[in-house]
């Protein structure tokens, strides 16, 4: 990454560089690099043989990638958020996205990752680790929340690396981390009920220190909860983050006619 008025951290450790490339698939595919900055990864990118697309803001940047000797390579100098917003973003059912996101976009990111809109295949990508941890938390964790539900919906994953501020120039405060995705065929979720079941696991978590029958009574009358809970035996006295993905989606199964 880099930082600027964005945020961002140029990388420089190169081995960190090499673990992302192991962790390209064997199957062919075309790369979407989101934010290339000076080209380091690109580079890397490009000597697979595989198409490259990378998609840089920063125009200082412009005169470094253009001269970047691969004919695989493509630029597209826009923002990434803007490209997803009006549905040009390059990517097709087997293209891999890979990139060091910078913080202010990382959430924006994966709402359109994590959606019914967008194509993809596989996803590695640098995040802040506090977003990874988020991301790849399990049941009963603190971290696992609405984002980790998200993620499980529409994506397998996992917590590749843990990178410290030493690896980047400038230095950041915070520890990094790469992490690993791969959209699932078919999301747990039909699109036709997302909003909601978007509505339903934000109740679910809206007062995470409550437990689950408190949360769940802003949707059903009490007794119905109870029915529904003791029917899919959950206990009442569990809280939002002790209940398990698959828990969840039967639930809402349960619930869907109240939402």
């Not at 880099?2 to 192991?22: A, D, S, T, V």
């Not at 917003?85 to 060091?100: C, D, L, M, T, V």
Request: charged residues 30%; contains cysteine; proline residues 5%.
């Amino acid at each position: 990454m880099r930082r600027n008025n964005r945020g961002q951290h140029i990388l420089i450790e190169k081995n960190i560089f090499q673990n992302i490339i192991e962790l390209l698939p064997t199957k062919y595919s075309e790369i979407i690099e989101i934010g290339p900055g000076p080209g380091n990864l690109t580079e890397l990118l490009c000597k697979t043989g595989r198409p490259v697309i990378a998609i840089e803001i920063d125009k200082k940047y412009k005169k470094r990638l253009d001269n970047l000797p691969y004919p695989n390579l493509s630029i597209i100098y826009e923002d990434v958020l803007r490209l997803l917003k009006n549905n040009r973003f390059p990517s097709k059912e087997n293209s891999i996205i890979a990139g060091n996101l910078p913080y202010y976009i990382t959430k924006e990111i994966f709402r359109w990752l994590f959606s019914y809109s967008v194509k993809w295949y596989q996803a590695i990508l640098m995040v802040q680790k506090e977003v990874a941890l988020r991301l790849m938390a399990k049941p009963g964790n603190r971290d696992y929340g609405i984002l980790t539900i998200f993620r499980e919906i529409f994506a397998a994953g996992k917590m590749i690396k843990i990178i410290k501020p030493q690896a980047f120039r400038p230095q950041p405060r915070v520890d990094s981390a790469i992490i690993w995705l791969e959209k699932r065929e078919k999301p747990l979720i039909e699109e036709k009920n997302i909003k909601k079941f978007s509505y339903f696991i934000k109740t679910a978590f809206a007062e995470r220190r409550k437990i689950i029958l408190n949360n769940l009574v802003k949707i059903a009358n009490k007794d119905e909860v109870l029915k529904i809970l003791e029917k899919n035996d959950i206990d009442i006295l569990k809280r939002p983050e002790n209940l398990t993905i698959t828990q969840y989606v039967r639930l809402f199964d349960e619930f869907i006619n109240y939402l």
